[in-house]
Nanobody, 116 residues
């Protein structure tokens, strides 16, 4: 079955940086989109960044210019380079995948990011 495993979260000070990663095993789709989401307590889950099989990237306005999504196809890994972190970036960060057209239907367990 498909597995998504995130790592690389942590606790940093304001202005710091982190680079969470998501390793995907047994991906079911030949063409797919990978997304990084975040969810803070009491808030709705938010799509932070996504990258399509064609390499096109999109970002939430709140992270544009600070976060960069990338993928290493050989390693089946997607990264989220996070810079200039702010306390409002504090959340559980989850990666997910979907077919090129469809809804996100496979999710990882998440990695916690805390900015103070």
């Amino acid at each position: 079955h498909v597995q998504l495993v995130e790592s690389g979260g942590g606790s940093v000070q304001t202005g710091g940086h982190l680079r969470p990663s998501c390793v995907v095993s047994r991906h079911p789709y030949s063409k797919y989109c990978m997304g990084w989401f975040r969810q803070a307590p009491g808030k709705e889950r938010e799509l932070v960044a996504r990258i399509g099989s064609d390499g096109v990237k999109t970002y939430a306005d709140s992270v544009k210019g600070r976060f960069t999504i990338s993928k290493d196809n050989a390693e089946n890994t997607v990264y989220l380079q996070m810079t200039s972190l702010k306390p409002e970036d504090t959340a559980m960060y989850l990666c997910a995948t979907r077919a090129s057209r469809g809804t996100y239907n496979y999710w990882g367990q998440g990695t916690q990011v805390t900015v103070s």
